[in-house]
């Protein structure tokens, strides 16, 4: 299968490229007559049975953790759809659509070669003055609620994810199919859950400050899409979370960055979607949210109020 054909420049160039890449190759840039290209090989596995075997068990274990958090259980193979071929067909479904993502010149089974989209976030925010990386985040934020209004899903919304070119956010990674197998409101809601955790995972903002941070981040989502579908599939999400709030909790205490950011994802999603942990904690969020003030058109109440007035 073969959709889009490689420009004429580019052939020679990249079977020279794909002829000398190894079995771990599979992202590389590859520059012809001074433009930059991004060329995508379709993973290879040593041993395929064993990877698929592997494969086909995260597949299962996410179907589940979807339907216990939402409700919802996708089926296991439609999540096995994470090939450059599916990509391939979102990236140009959403291109043709005027969503700022990378066009599309070579598409196979085994070889995407897409247009290169700058630099993503954690990038610059790392660059940027520990006082002024929160508009990175409020860019983000913004981007992947207009981004859902337009009634779109990305699967792969994490901050490496998105990048910073010609003065827009760009999205890129499409290989994920979960959104798929969800309800578009599930899957928008799964969209913002991974934007969260990877703020909550990055080094770059301090400790003390990510609660609020999270907390500021999710009310500016909902401010900017009020989509009350999307409100009640995050809802339930801090509710799957409130009945696991014991076993998150001492998994937190397990060393390594990704399992303490799921219990401060979960923290912040309660802390704002519940009321009665709102109200428990309203105090400890209060004396927190100092921090992000100054890089607010809005203040955490007045967010919060917005927010219930919907």
Known sequence: MKEVDLPENLREPLETL???A??????????????????????????PRLAMGARRARAVLVSWLCRLLFGQRP???????????????????????????PEVFYHTEQVLVMQEIGRVFPEHIRETEPGDRLPWLDRATRALADFH?????HGGAQLRNITWFQDEVWRLDFEEAVGDGLALPVAQAYDFFQLL??????????EADRLAIGAWMLLLYLERNRDASVRASMADMANG??????????????PGRDLKALWRTSQVMQLVLLPAVRQADAEQLRRQSASIEAHSAKTMPELLRSVENA
Not at 23 to 31: A, F
Not at 149 to 153: D, E, V, Y
């Open 149 to 153: 209004r337009r009634g779109f899903w």
């Open 241 to 254: 979370f409130r009945r696991l709030r014991p076993l998150l909790k001492l998994l937190s205490f397990i």
């Open 197 to 206: 955790q990877s703020t909550m995972q990055s080094r770059e903002f301090p």
């Open 75 to 101: 089926q296991a193979d439609q999540l096995l759809r994470n090939d450059v071929w599916f990509e391939g067909r979102r990236l140009k479904f959403l291109h043709g659509r005027g969503v700022r993502v």
């Open 18 to 20: 794909l002829a000398n």
């Open 22 to 47: 190894d079995d771990d190759s599979r992202i590389t840039e590859l520059r012809v007559d001074g433009r930059a290209y991004i060329v995508k090989i379709q993973e290879r596995w040593r041993f």
